[in-house]
């Protein structure tokens, strides 16, 4: 069967990064501090609402949540918030949840990992202190913490070549636990993406294994029009450089996620045509498929992020999951290379069981 004609098989599907808070804890973040009260992203993003936006998708096998960029610093007395939020996962994932948590017990299944906030950059002593800490909040369920992330897509230049945060990678490594790459193109600069590849040459020169895994195509400037892109505009030469300077790390993958809140908005009422969409992004979807391939590439939806610049609430998740379907068969992937895509290459760098 040719692979454009199995693009609309049902394969099962782990959403690799997803976001969750009550709305009870939406002071806790740092997104929220200066948006308007009708903003998409003011509001509980809880299991519930999750369910809601992949309603009548079956083969939905879960997510991995990410930090959710809590106000937290690199000091203990600074932890508090994103501790909070461990315990707010550990009791989704336990099945047993608080008042006005949002979220039922049955909905324990859909947690197939976590990935919590973790001051890497204190260096391994303050790391292991607090990983300790969340070891201990976890109980039986540590097994569903699969990694750590720090963003540094907010942080000053230099913090990811300082010797605390090269030593706070390889006790992750050291413990058998992923780094998830927050580095921000478009907005931060892509001095950031240099700086990680040269953080990448640093940690892999002893023969590390750290799983690291990088977030929205290092969100590129998808401002610029494929022409553009295509024509050799330095801002797309530079981040295609650097992409394929991290895909030449073997234990390093790329989320397939993020690029609805880096394009032109949509209307709730007349979304973007997904070919449209494919056609806008195909210079920077090539780069990163023919750098990584379909076997190092993984679905996310970045939900609730991709209701910003998506069509709406309601729409956006299934919107993307239409848009990445698109972006599947543009590429020609076989019904295997799609599968690695939307699930299994998050189960092997997640290590994730499944049944």
Same mark, same amino acid.
């Given at each position: 069967?040719?692979?454009?004609?199995?693009?609309?098989?049902?394969?099962?599907?782990?959403?690799?990064?997803?976001? @969750?808070?009550?709305?009870?804890?939406?002071?806790?973040?740092?997104? #929220?501090?200066?948006?308007?009260?009708?903003?998409?992203?003011?509001?509980?993003?809880?299991?519930?609402?999750?369910?809601?936006?992949?309603?009548?998708?079956?083969?939905?096998?879960?997510?991995?949540?990410?930090?959710?960029? &809590?106000?937290?610093?690199?000091?203990?007395?600074?932890?508090? %918030?994103?501790?909070?939020?461990?315990?707010?996962?550990?009791?989704?994932?336990?099945? #047993?949840?608080?008042?006005?948590?949002?979220?039922?017990?049955?909905?324990?299944?859909?947690?197939?990992?976590?990935?919590?906030?973790?001051?890497?950059?204190?260096?391994?002593?303050?790391?292991?202190?607090?990983?300790?800490?969340?070891?201990? &909040?976890?109980?039986?369920?540590?097994?569903?913490?699969?990694?750590?992330?720090?963003?540094?897509?907010?942080?000053?230049?230099?913090?990811?070549?300082?010797?605390?945060?090269?030593?706070?990678?390889?006790?992750?490594?050291?413990?058998?636990?992923?780094? %998830? @790459?927050?580095?921000?193109?478009?907005?931060?600069? !892509?001095?950031?993406?240099?700086?990680?590849?040269?953080?990448?040459?640093?940690?892999?020169?002893?023969?590390?294994?750290? &799983?690291?895994?990088?977030?929205?195509?290092?969100?590129?400037?998808?401002? @610029?029009?494929?022409?553009?892109?295509?024509?050799?505009?330095?801002?797309? #030469?530079?981040?295609? %450089?650097?992409?394929?300077?991290?895909?030449?790390?073997?234990?390093?993958?790329?989320?397939?996620?993020? @690029?609805?809140?880096? !394009?032109?908005?949509?209307?709730?009422?007349?979304?973007?045509?997904?070919?449209?969409?494919?056609?806008? #992004?195909?210079?920077?979807? %090539?780069?990163?498929?023919?750098?990584?391939?379909?076997? &190092?590439?993984?679905?996310?939806?970045?939900?609730?992020?991709?209701?910003?610049?998506?069509?709406?609430?309601?729409?956006?998740?299934?919107?993307?999951?239409?848009?990445?379907?698109?972006?599947?068969?543009?590429?020609?992937?076989?019904?295997?290379?799609?599968?690695?895509?939307?699930?299994?290459?998050?189960?092997?760098?997640?290590?994730?069981?499944?049944?």
């Amino acid at each position: 069967m040719a692979a454009q004609d199995t693009v609309n098989c049902d394969f099962p599907i782990i959403d690799s990064h997803i976001h @969750l808070y009550p709305a009870s804890h939406i002071s806790s973040l740092n997104w #929220t501090a200066d948006l308007p009260a009708e903003h998409p992203l003011n509001r509980q993003c809880s299991v519930e609402e999750y369910k809601a936006a992949t309603r009548d998708t079956p083969n939905l096998l879960g997510f991995v949540f990410l930090e959710t960029d &809590r106000k937290s610093g690199l000091g203990e007395k600074q932890w508090q %918030d994103a501790l909070d939020e461990v315990d707010f996962l550990v009791r989704i994932g336990r099945g #047993t949840p608080q008042d006005d948590d949002g979220h039922q017990p049955e909905d324990a299944r859909l947690v197939l990992g976590i990935v919590p906030w973790a001051p890497v950059a204190a260096g391994e002593k303050a790391l292991s202190a607090y990983v300790n800490q969340v070891r201990q &909040r976890c109980g039986e369920k540590w097994d569903i913490v699969k990694g750590f992330r720090y963003l540094v897509q907010d942080k000053p230049s230099g913090v990811m070549l300082h010797q605390h945060f090269i030593e706070g990678l390889q006790w992750l490594a050291n413990n058998g636990l992923t780094f %998830d @790459l927050g580095v921000d193109a478009r907005s931060g600069g !892509l001095h950031q993406l240099e700086e990680a590849c040269e953080m990448m040459d640093t940690v892999y020169a002893g023969g590390s294994q750290l &799983r690291i895994i990088i977030n929205h195509f290092c969100k590129p400037d998808l401002r @610029l029009t494929a022409g553009e892109a295509l024509e050799g505009h330095a801002d797309f #030469t530079r981040w295609k %450089d650097c992409v394929y300077k991290m895909s030449n790390h073997n234990s390093t993958y790329m989320k397939l996620s993020g @690029l609805f809140s880096e !394009l032109p908005p949509q209307s709730m009422n007349a979304p973007t045509d997904v070919s449209v969409l494919v056609n806008r #992004t195909k210079p920077w979807v %090539d780069v990163v498929f023919k750098a990584f391939g379909p076997s &190092r590439i993984m679905y996310g939806s970045d939900w609730p992020v991709c209701t910003v610049g998506g069509p709406g609430i309601q729409a956006s998740w299934q919107h993307w999951r239409m848009f990445v379907s698109a972006i599947l068969k543009s590429q020609g992937l076989t019904a295997e290379e799609q599968t690695r895509v939307w699930s299994n290459t998050a189960a092997e760098a997640y290590n994730i069981w499944t049944t």
